[in-house]
């Protein structure tokens, strides 16, 4: 079965310092990875995506995430974060199972950033 | 803009009382999903339907059930809510269930039990 792990349920930051929310992958098959935010009281974003093709996504906000298939990887990362990066950030797994995708998500990283 | 628009944003209904959460999409996608997220926890898929093929989870509660009238609208209904129904409830939508299609996410509604 596929499924990810996050590593890390709460992250914290200063302003302006590196990002890095960690997602490892387990998957027999090539894998379809996603990172999703969201924030208070709110549904979920998509930040990026990896299918097939260039290993390292571009997605929006600034964020990128590289997919690493010898580590299994698919770790999120920002240059410098921002307050209004301060979210719940999901990997997840896209399935397909019975006439639809499903996706099967990590447990969350509660991304704090501080003055 | 195109979107997923889920209403209301926040329900309260009595133990036991059946109630029924409303999602609508302008997307006009294929897929639609109902996921169930407990607070601090992932979202858990509880059921999809492909057109008009419903696809239920295996672990999904017989309480829960769940309408798609037309391609816009879908409806969960908790046929008699307990306690621990009590959580934020997501409708997505996938322009087709091809493995790898990004989906859409309503703002979901929250729903309280007393």
């Known amino acids: 079965a596929q499924s990810v792990t996050q590593l890390g349920s709460h992250v914290s930051v200063s302003e302006g310092a590196l990002v890095l929310l960690r997602c490892n992958y387990s998957?027999?098959?090539?894998?379809?990875l996603f990172w999703y935010v969201q924030y208070p009281n709110q549904g979920l974003q998509l930040l990026l995506k990896?299918?097939?093709?260039?290993?390292l996504v571009k997605g929006i906000n600034g964020f990128e995430a590289e997919f690493k298939k010898s580590e299994t990887s698919f770790h999120l990362t920002k240059p410098s974060a921002h307050m209004s990066d301060a979210a719940e950030y999901f990997c997840?797994?896209?399935?397909?199972?019975?006439?639809?995708?499903?996706?099967?998500f990590g447990t969350g990283t509660q991304l704090k950033v501080e003055l | 803009d195109a979107m997923v628009i889920q209403n209301p944003r926040y329900q309260v209904t009595q133990f036991g009382k059946p109630v029924t959460l409303s999602c609508s999409q302008t997307?006009?996608?294929?897929?639609m999903y109902w996921y169930q997220q407990k607070s601090s926890q992932a979202p858990k898929l509880l059921f999809h339907?492909?057109?008009?093929?419903?696809?239920n989870e295996a672990d999904t509660p017989d309480n829960f059930q769940s309408r798609r009238p037309n391609t816009s609208f879908c409806f969960l209904d908790i046929r008699s809510p307990g306690l621990g129904d009590a959580a934020m409830y997501l409708c997505?939508?996938?322009?087709?269930?091809?493995?790898?299609?990004?989906?859409?996410f309503g703002d979901g509604t929250r729903l309280s039990i007393l």
């Open positions: 997840a797994v896209s399935v397909f199972t019975g006439g639809g995708n499903k996706l099967t």
């Open positions: 339907y492909y057109d008009k093929d419903f696809n």
């Open positions: 998957s027999s098959v090539p894998p379809y």
């Open positions: 997505a939508t996938s322009r087709d269930p091809n493995v790898g299609q990004p989906q859409h």
């Open positions: 997307l006009n996608h294929n897929v």
């Open positions: 990896y299918t097939t093709g260039a290993t």
